[in-house]
């Protein structure tokens, strides 16, 4: 095996062709966060960026887009922000795992959305979780039909709240797919005002990922782009969401609705409105991601997975890495898995966040909240 280590944006039209023909050809790997134009992207933004090529005597077999940061650390490509990591390669590729680190020039990698089973990193693998999808295989109607199963009682709930919205809001449209930058404008703002309402770190505080945003809404491709829905009532934005999509799969990113609304179950009626649009455009699933809301178990109607654990080679660095990070890693998971613990973090971290809201008061009128836990 040959590895040799560029940036993203070196690749020429040949290279990511056949990074394009890899994930087309393993279904594992439908996902954009895997898709070389959303490498390509952060390369462009980020200068720790870097995409590790790997090549036998028939060609490339594979490429491991990741970061590196300062002293060797290594983590995935995107890292918070992001879904689902791992090798964009010929499902029988097993390597070293040690050794691609190395050329690589990692001392650790830390992962938790990797693609699971993949033969070169499933020996480190400490965890595996379920990610819930909508799955549009059998079609939407099979899909509803699954919904009402999993709790008719919310289906039930939902619908009678989408009819009241139309009816004393105005009536309902969603537009799928907006290509207008206002909107999406609108829908991070939202997204901003709910981060810090609710004690989170503002992600669009950050230049970079707002601009990261606008550059995936501008991408339009059979094979990836991004996808921004809204819901109205009457000419009123109610509830959002952007998120990416290869040819088949959209995966749940930043949704968002306005609390003035919250009465109605905005963010949920935009689900399956979303989920109906997304069907019917020939999607065959919504990845909602792992963690987070109860009602991703309703919506779901299949799960795939994604695996946590470590890789490191001996050194300082890994160690002092360890100690900084796998107790807060542990803690996480023990939080995320137990639903009175989850709760109470989320009162905790709203209560902060209106501690913080109630010092440093907002321009925006509109008191935003999260559509669902994904982001």
Not at 95 to 114: I, M, N, P, Y
Not at 149 to 178: D, I
Not at 301 to 308: H, T
Not at 314 to 323: D, K, M, N, R
């Amino acid at each position: 095996m040959n590895i040799q280590v560029v940036r993203p944006g070196d690749l020429g039209d040949s290279e990511r062709a056949r990074w394009r023909e890899l994930q087309k050809a393993d279904p594992s790997l439908d996902n954009p966060f895997l898709s070389v134009e959303f490498a390509v992207a952060m390369d462009r933004l980020r200068d720790y960026v870097r995409v590790a090529v790997i090549s036998d005597g028939a060609g490339i077999a594979g490429f491991f887009p990741y970061e590196r940061h300062s002293f060797g650390i290594g983590k995935p490509l995107g890292g918070f922000l992001t879904t689902c990591h791992g090798l964009i390669a010929t499902p029988e590729l097993k390597l070293d795992a040690k050794t691609l680190l190395r050329a690589c020039k990692l001392s650790v990698f830390d992962f938790d959305h990797l693609v699971a089973g993949q033969p070169t990193f499933a020996p480190y693998e400490q965890d595996v979780r379920p990610a819930p999808v909508m799955d549009f295989t059998s079609g939407f109607e099979a899909w509803i039909d699954q919904v009402k199963a999993n709790s008719p009682k919310n289906l039930k709930t939902v619908r009678y709240k989408e009819r009241k919205l139309g009816r004393e809001q105005g009536e309902l449209r969603l537009a799928w797919a907006s290509a207008d930058p206002e909107v999406l404008r609108t829908l991070l703002a939202w997204k901003s005002d709910q981060y810090r309402r609710t004690g989170r770190v503002d992600r669009f505080a950050q230049p970079w990922i707002v601009e990261l945003t606008e550059m995936m809404h501008a991408e339009k491709s059979s094979d990836f782009g991004g996808v921004l829905t809204m819901l109205y009532a009457g000419d009123v934005p109610v509830a959002g969401h952007f998120g990416l999509r290869t040819a088949t799969t959209l995966v749940g990113w930043f949704p968002a609705y306005d609390t003035e609304f919250a009465r109605y179950s905005p963010g949920i009626v935009h689900h399956l409105q979303m989920a109906e649009a997304a069907a019917n455009d020939g999607l065959h699933m919504v990845d909602m991601g792992k963690g987070g809301k109860e009602y991703k178990d309703w919506l779901k109607s299949g799960v795939l997975y994604v695996a946590e654990g470590r890789i490191s080679r001996p050194s300082a660095t890994a160690a002092v890495h360890w100690i900084g990070r796998t107790p807060f890693n542990k803690a996480r998971t023990i939080v995320m898995d137990r639903p009175s613990l989850y709760k109470a973090a989320d009162r905790v971290l709203k209560g902060f966040g209106r501690v913080r809201t109630s010092v440093q008061p907002q321009e925006s009128p509109n008191v935003v909240k999260e559509a669902s836990g994904a982001s």
